[in-house]
């Protein structure tokens, strides 16, 4: 095998060239800075057979490498990396641990692929004229996990870890360990896909309907959906649920009260302004709500200054007047004890679960919730888990009505969800299941009795409370001046505390379940140094005090009735409960501590231990994201650092990390290109060009921007027709506004004239908008810039490593060109460089999910610029070797001019649907048996499957995938020869459950062997059981179950 190590010749630093060591053959050439002519950073199976001879003699130091590289076996299927040369140098360098293959694995896989070398097939791939130079990026050398461990360390520790009290929609939590351990940090659960294939994610789909039942027993409606974005994003989608349901009424106004939390009015403003939705902002006490014209009435309990109310009057008064909705923003822990809204006639409640459970992360990530009434079932963003049989007759979960989705629904979808926080939302339904009713209202009482015994003390200093006896945990100060409150909060800061400062003299205290009662002393002396009274000794009240005299929410506003008294809820008491419950769980799933994923378009690569460790330490879990910033000093160089490599990795000139997933980023990037175009007076572009091919959030991202969508035809040899592209342009003139494009195009291809496509609409006035889905196969390679984009989005939770976790957490950011540098998202509470009333906030958080922020950055500096385009070329790699064994089995579809793909391919399955009746669904339950996740069906072409294997797996893992598909290829020949029945064969019949294979009947045309082990190593390396058949899922549409009754 060709074994390499880059040994350093001369002086190291710019310039230096490497002498590229192999063992088989042993002749030596160099490379400049390790380059080839294509930028292949991985040797050619050709090496030492003609290679250029180095020039300069090797040092000593280097013939010790020499011989200890010259000793490795030939056998080692390791990829021995982009080491710098020196034997003392750290053993734990990423990239080799990263790339699943070695190199005489990859000398064979280019043989196979037709190539005589990685450079070759590269050169074959991408067009010549987008490949991009070498040094683009400033951090040239990888670090070292470990390297960059101890950097990510000493960077955090710059962080101040101040006590926080600010609350605004975000609380301190105590984070059960066991479920930290046994399932945040656990990749069986983190490294799994959203759980469209409800066969292999049964776990995943009951721990999400656990949280749909506890948000619905908390706000007393009967349907939530299983997690959003965040607070502010759930309100905005509620918004315009509300509008959708009115229809075309003549009732277009919607209510706002100036007591919601400033961020979540923020965010609502902006999705309302383009929804056409008009907002009032105003004060809910001296509103008229008899009003003809309202849709409904948006409102927060409790408030952002605290005050908890009770809002049938605002009920009452809508249904006098228009018949609106009212819609409550709640906080799900005070639901625990405090009235819930569906009591006070609210038909919609949105909120947060973070403090179920989930640190603040300084920002996120944390699970939105959205409950309403049945009628708005069909109409609500989000996904469903429901109950629904599976071939057997047993009870499977499932996700329902999924045709109100943009992947289904396109542009006339509900919104444009798709990644959400799944696995935040299993933490805080876990969180629930560990406390049970009892502990979660004791965790309310306590930190309502912080609370309550802060007022105490606030009353004998004789400072007066704005609501002194309606409040749950936060506590609003109104002092005598601004400068009294100014002196609180700088007193704050100087004994280690942040407040919130709400108005220019009032303050406020929140409390969380993290607090003590020092804590509240402790506050009360701040109060008293900057009042100048006396701190009262608050201590004495606890001594003598009883539950019954602490912790008592006005009986007006208390809770009455039961929740959740389901029995999962009531049984799982002890950690050994909680920890055999989780494993149980996992056991149904797949994920990819099983096998690879190769779903197409979605980028299921290695999430790194190193890197996951990074979200843990407190320096990152703690902070609260309106923190001043000159606490956050770790988490700004954190940040910017990120932005500051995808900004050079994009070729763009600007990056906003506030966008929480790709949806969100399309909409902040058409955002900007709406918002660019209305300061130049051109608020006449509003025609936004989509390709057939387009992911479907694309449509439902343009469609909320209030863009007129035209539809281009790309199923052409050549992708998108330049002709017919430059006549549609010059027929829409001066209304056009955007192009949003793939690169390379979904359909697994580079186009050639891709920057003729961006050419043509520049030159008709139009902005070019990147989806950066398939950015792993430009990686190093080529970027948004050089295409001639003008803005992206990068799925942080594909390309740059962060884990998927079942459909969510991920990041969306976008990054664009100098001149839409003014129209990047703005925050209301944190300056992000914008103005907020030019730009507009698309999340609660300024930094977005800056919590795992710090996965990508590992990623990035634990591989450097070299090893960023070696993961692109070994996608590409990876993906053209599976085409070339697939393709005499399945024909392909859409393959370049020299019959390449980028890092994902498309089979089709038109002929063998026709023929023999079984469809692309089938052959993915088949897969299931075989231990494996399906491939993308049906897009971006009916009829087919796409798959994507990334840079991490191995040729082995690759060749059993192909060895599974071509079995299963033999299994439909056997279906076409009268072997197989049509109706009853292995196809029809998947997946195989335990179950099924192991019961006294079996009257199947093939043998249970066949059913469950088709290939030997099936049974050898431990069989993956379905934990159900086949699950019903028209059945699941029509029987809407979604909660636990019992």
């Excluded at 701190?535 to 008592?552: F, I, R």
């Excluded at 490593?801 to 991920?810: A, D, F, K, Q």
């Amino acid at each position: 095998m060709l074994s390499r190590a880059l040994l350093p010749l001369g002086s190291p630093g710019v310039g230096a060239s490497y002498i590229l060591s192999v063992s088989a053959p042993t002749t030596a050439c160099t490379l400049p800075c390790g380059v080839s002519k294509a930028g292949s950073y991985f040797p050619k199976p050709q090496l030492g057979l003609g290679v250029r001879q180095s020039h300069s003699a090797p040092s000593s130091a280097s013939s010790v490498v020499d011989d200890f590289v010259k000793s490795l076996s030939p056998n080692d299927k390791h990829y021995t990396g982009l080491h710098p040369g020196s034997i003392f140098d750290k053993s734990d360098t990423f990239l080799p641990r990263h790339i699943g293959s070695g190199q005489s694995d990859i000398k064979e896989m280019c043989r196979v692929a037709g190539a005589s070398s990685l450079e070759q097939l590269i050169e074959e791939t991408i067009p010549s004229h987008i490949m991009r130079d070498p040094g683009f990026l400033s951090i040239t050398m990888a670090k070292s996990e470990s390297e960059a461990l101890s950097t990510f360390r000493k960077m955090m520790k710059e962080n101040k870890l101040y006590k926080n009290f600010i609350g605004q929609g975000y609380h301190g939590t105590i984070v059960p360990t066991a479920v930290l351990r046994n399932l945040a940090e656990n990749p069986a659960w983190y490294s799994s896909y959203t759980p469209y294939q409800a066969e292999i994610s049964q776990g995943r789909l009951e721990a999400l309907l656990i949280f749909q039942t506890v948000v619905s027993e908390l706000t007393g409606l009967p349907v939530a959906n299983c997690s959003l974005l965040d607070e502010a994003t759930a309100a905005a989608e509620a918004v315009t649920m509300i509008q959708r349901g009115v229809g075309n009424s003549t009732r277009k106004v919607m209510f706002v009260s100036d007591s919601m939390h400033p961020q979540t009015i923020e965010v609502v403003k902006t999705r309302a302004k383009w929804a056409g939705i008009p907002l009032e902002i105003g004060d809910v006490d001296s509103y008229d709500f008899t009003r003809k014209d309202l849709i409904g009435a948006f409102v927060q309990y409790p408030d952002t200054r605290g005050i908890l109310r009770d809002f049938t009057f605002v009920a009452d008064a809508l249904k006098e007047g228009s018949g609106g909705v009212l819609a409550v923003a709640a906080d799900p822990l005070a639901l625990t004890v405090c009235k819930p809204p569906s009591d006070m006639g609210a038909q919609v409640v949105v909120g947060t679960m973070q403090r179920f459970g989930v640190p603040m992360w300084y920002g996120g990530p944390a699970a939105g919730y959205l409950a309403t009434t049945t009628p708005n079932t069909r109409r609500m963003a989000g996904r469903l888990v429901g109950i629904s049989e599976d071939a057997q007759g047993n009870p499977a979960y499932r996700l329902t009505l999924q045709t109100r989705e943009q992947h289904i629904r396109l542009n006339k979808a509900t919104s444009n969800v798709c990644t959400a926080q799944a696995l935040l939302a299993n933490m805080s339904a876990m969180y629930a299941v560990y406390h049970g009713p009892s502990g979660l209202t004791r965790i309310a009482a306590r930190v309502h009795a912080l609370s309550q015994l802060f007022v105490t003390g606030l009353q004998q200093m004789k400072v007066p409370a704005v609501s002194p006896d309606m409040f749950f945990d936060c506590v609003s100060m109104k002092f005598g001046s601004p400068e009294e409150a100014s002196g609180a909060m700088e007193a704050a800061v100087a004994a280690g505390m942040n407040l919130r400062l709400v108005d220019p003299s009032t303050v406020s205290a929140t409390f969380d379940e993290t607090h003590t009662v020092q804590d509240v002393e402790a506050l009360l002396k701040v109060v008293a140094s900057a009042t100048g009274g006396q701190c009262p000794a608050v201590l004495e009240e606890v001594e003598h005090s009883s539950d019954g005299d602490l912790g008592l929410i006005p009986s007006s506003l208390r809770r009455t009735k039961p929740f959740m008294s389901q029995k999962i809820f009531n049984t799982i008491v002890t950690e050994t409960d909680l920890m055999r419950y989780l494993y149980h769980l996992q056991s149904k799933d797949i994920s990819l501590t099983k096998s690879m994923i190769t779903l197409g378009s979605c980028t299921m690569k290695l999430n790194s231990s190193s890197s996951m460790y990074t979200i843990v330490p407190e320096e990152v879990t703690t902070p609260h994201p309106f923190t001043p910033l000159n606490q956050m000093e770790g988490y700004t160089e954190l940040l910017r650092s990120l932005e500051r490599s995808l900004e050079e990795i994009t070729g763009f000139a600007v990056c906003s990390l506030q966008p929480c997933s790709g949806a969100q980023g399309e909409f902040a990037g058409l955002l900007a290109i709406r918002q660019y175009h209305a300061s130049r007076g051109d608020t006449q572009r509003s025609v936004c060009l989509i390709p057939r091919s387009a992911h479907g959030t694309n449509p439902a991202s343009a469609a909320m921007m209030g863009f007129e969508i035209v539809w281009l035809d790309d199923d052409g040899p050549n992708g998108m027709d330049l002709d017919v592209l430059d006549r549609t342009c010059s027929e829409i003139g001066d209304r056009l506004g955007a192009l949003m494009i793939t690169y390379p195009s979904t359909r697994g291809v580079f186009e050639t004239h891709i920057k003729a496509i961006c050419d043509t609409v520049h030159k008709y006035g139009g902005q070019v908008y990147m989806d950066g889905a398939n950015m792993n196969a430009q990686l190093g390679l080529t970027s948004p810039g050089t295409i001639g984009a003008d803005v992206c989005h990068l799925n942080l939770h594909k390309t740059f490593s962060i884990p998927h976790g079942g459909g969510g957490p991920g990041m969306g950011p976008i990054c664009a060109a100098e001149h839409l540098r003014p129209f990047m998202p703005s925050h209301s509470v944190v300056p992000t460089g914008t103005d907020t009333a030019v730009a507009g906030s698309v999340n609660a958080a300024p930094f977005g999910q800056a919590g795992i922020a710090s996965i990508p950055w590992m990623f990035i500096n634990m591989l450097g610029e070299e090893g960023l385009r070696a993961s692109a070329e070994m996608a590409i790699l990876n993906a053209n070797y599976m085409a070339a064994r697939l393709k005499e089995y399945y024909p392909l579809m859409h393959v370049n001019s020299n019959g390449r793909c980028s890092h994902e391919f498309i089979i089709d399955i038109s002929d063998i649907r026709k023929h023999t009746g079984v469809v692309e669904e089938d052959i993915a339950k088949r897969l299931m048996d075989y231990g494996f996740h399906a491939p993308t069906m049906s897009w971006p072409v009916h009829h087919s499957l796409m798959i994507e294997p990334t840079e991490s797996e191995s040729k082995d893992e690759l060749d059993r995938f192909c060895d599974a598909l071509i079995e299963i290829k033999n299994e439909i020949d056997q279906i076409a020869d009268g072997v197989y029945d049509l109706k009853d064969n292995p196809l029809k019949n998947a997946p195989h459950t335990e179950d099924m294979v192991t019961s006294e009947k079996w009257d199947h045309c093939y043998s249970r062997e066949v059913a469950a082990f088709p290939l030997p190593w099936v049974r050898s390396r431990g069989k993956f059981w379905p934990s159900c058949a086949r699950v019903n899922n028209i059945l699941g549409d029509r029987q809407l179950i979604l909660k636990m009754s019992q």
